[in-house]
């Protein structure tokens, strides 16, 4: 059985099916659909982060600009939201190429021009200036595409989408040429590998994943001010769930979301006093003992992690 | 295995500045098909950077570099291995996280080979590594490392190849050993240019030397002629040679 249906046989598809079948039996539905959005955004930071290296402190610019673009052409051109979920996801591209220019750093330096970068849209969309367009600060409110069941649907469907391109990562040349440039991009090139090319296409496509997810959490919420779609929260889970469960692979990341974002929601209700506590202790642990995530306790034993 | 063809690189007249440092001043040799170069010179005499410059990674100031009659210049290192350019690197540098086999299988499959592409198993027998083939790079020693950084640069199918230092560090065995593969690979009508140190590895590959000096050529010839050059024993082996 080639590893490709392999891993969508066994991971992908139990997953998907187990979020499809949860609405009916647990009620925060809310709390699902979030499980599912940082699912979403966890493999987003596993493409480019994983495949390439670039650490994308600013992820939820795409987020943030996804969530606007649904919002702006429901609001002016009452557009379906299907429409304008797909819509999203080309805002997320088109900043991407914007941005990039900001491939040419490096390490902390590209982590930090992309959290700037991610301000600047922030403050670009929050301008009271351009009320009349993104209605400023003073938030947007969408009750006209107000479905959750539907939205929640469009939310599996982007989380299928990412998830195939992630296994198609994992199995394919061009996954493990990624990782070839991620290693050593001057040797890649001297693979034959066009380092740019590899670099920008690894780009669009998480900037793709994030744009699709803000555009779905944007149908999902219907009513959300600028703090609310560009909050740095979105940038810093997605990228501690992906790294505590382990980058490159399929599973590191969908470990992280359940177990991060799970005590996350058990510890921060219940008793709020001890949450930041733990979970500090929880990432300290990780970064001094497993940098490479959880994946790295079977990886450790030569066991093959997909 | 004197060569009769016509050179496939031409080096003319390159300089390679750093600053206020001319790391290449004017450097012009050639190199035909089925021949091995020599690259000799102390350290910081330019080899590598002329390495450097013909396989893509340095912008030249000036002069030109042409492979196969065509310019270099401004064109991309991948592109170059895909016209059929490739090289080793002093110090290797696999793909640390990947298995050598998956090292290898990103050059086969990006490298556009002109002619088929070497068989993968072969490439692992030919130069040892199938002991290893599943592991990670990192686990290799620094001779497989080495020998990995070459099999790379063969599943390219290179017409013109630039080893630079690949016999640094290897035992007395595995020298004679080496020394044989590249002098096949020259006999298939590879171009190879050899930068070392090593001076009786030098002689026994090479059909002749360029002797560099400050980024420059100063003897082109047999190795064993150019030892009989005071300037060569001057600056190359250094003053006490020269009395």
């Known amino acids: ?306 | 295995m004197s060569p009769e063809s016509a050179p496939i690189l031409n080096v003319s007249n390159v300089v390679k500045r750093f600053g206020g440092f001319h790391a290449l001043d004017g450097l012009s040799f050639h190199c035909a098909p089925g021949e091995i170069l020599g690259l000799v010179g102390p350290n910081g005499s330019g080899k590598t950077t002329a390495i450097n410059v013909i396989s893509g990674l340095y912008a030249p100031d000036g002069g030109e570099v042409t492979f196969d009659g065509a310019s270099l210049g401004g064109v991309a290192s991948h592109r170059l291995v895909h016209r059929g350019i490739n090289r080793t690197f002093q110090i290797p540098k696999p793909f640390l996280s990947l298995t050598v086999r998956q090292n290898i299988a990103v050059a086969l499959a990006y490298g556009r080979a002109a002619v088929a592409p070497p068989e993968m198993a072969a490439l692992l027998d030919e130069y040892r590594l199938a002991d290893v083939a599943d592991r990670p790079a990192a686990d290799l020693n620094n001779a497989q490392q080495k020998m990995l950084d070459l099999v790379r640069a063969l599943a390219t199918r290179p017409r013109l190849l630039l080893l630079d230092e690949l016999a640094a560090g290897l035992n007395p065995a595995e020298l004679d050993w080496i020394a044989e593969r590249i002098k096949a690979l020259a006999q298939g009508g590879m171009a190879i240019i050899v930068v070392e140190h090593l001076m009786g590895f030098i002689e026994h590959i090479t059909d002749r030397v360029i002797v560099m000096n400050a980024g420059k050529e100063i003897f082109e010839g047999k190795l064993a002629v150019a030892v009989q050059v005071p300037q060569v024993i001057e600056v190359f082996l250094g003053g006490e040679h020269a009395a």
């Open chain 1, 1 to 306: 059985m080639p590893s490709a249906f392999k891993h969508t046989l066994f991971i992908v598809a139990p997953l998907l099916a187990v979020f499809a079948v949860l609405p009916g039996v647990y009620e925060n539905h809310l709390l699902l659909f979030n499980f599912v959005i940082f699912l979403i955004l966890a493999q987003g930071v596993n493409i480019i982060y994983g495949f390439t290296g670039y650490l994308p402190f600013g992820y939820v610019g795409f987020f943030g600009a996804g969530a606007y673009g649904f919002a702006i052409l429901v609001m002016h051109y009452q557009a379906p939201a299907v429409i304008a979920v797909l819509a999203a996801g080309l805002v997320g591209v088109a900043l991407g190429l914007l941005l990039t220019p900001l491939l040419r750093l490096s390490g902390a330096y590209f982590a930090i021009a992309n959290l700037a970068a991610s301000l600047a849209v922030l403050h670009f969309v929050a301008n009271p200036a351009l009320e009349n367009i993104t209605r400023g600060p003073y938030g947007v409110s969408l009750t006209g595409t107000f479905n959750p069941t539907l939205a929640y649907s469009a939310a599996l469907a982007v989380l299928a989408l990412t998830l195939g391109a992630v296994v198609f990562l994992k199995n394919s040349g061009f996954g493990l040429a990624l990782q070839a440039v991620r290693e050593d991009a001057v040797s890649a090139s001297m693979a034959g590998v066009n380092v740019v090319r590899m670099r920008v296409i690894a780009w669009l496509a998480s900037a793709l994943v994030a744009g699709l997810a803000g555009g779905v959490y944007a149908w999902y919420v219907s009513v959300f001010y600028p703090d609310n779609v560009f909050s740095g929260d979105f940038s810093i889970f997605a990228i501690v769930f992906a790294l505590f469960g382990g980058v490159a692979t399929i599973s590191g990341p969908i470990v992280g979301v359940i177990i991060l974002y799970g005590i996350y929601n058990l510890i921060g209700f219940t008793t709020p006093q001890y949450f930041q506590l733990i979970y500090g202790l929880l990432i300290m642990g990780l970064v001094l003992f497993l940098p490479a995530g959880l994946v790295s306790l079977a990886t450790r034993r030569g066991w093959h992690v997909p």
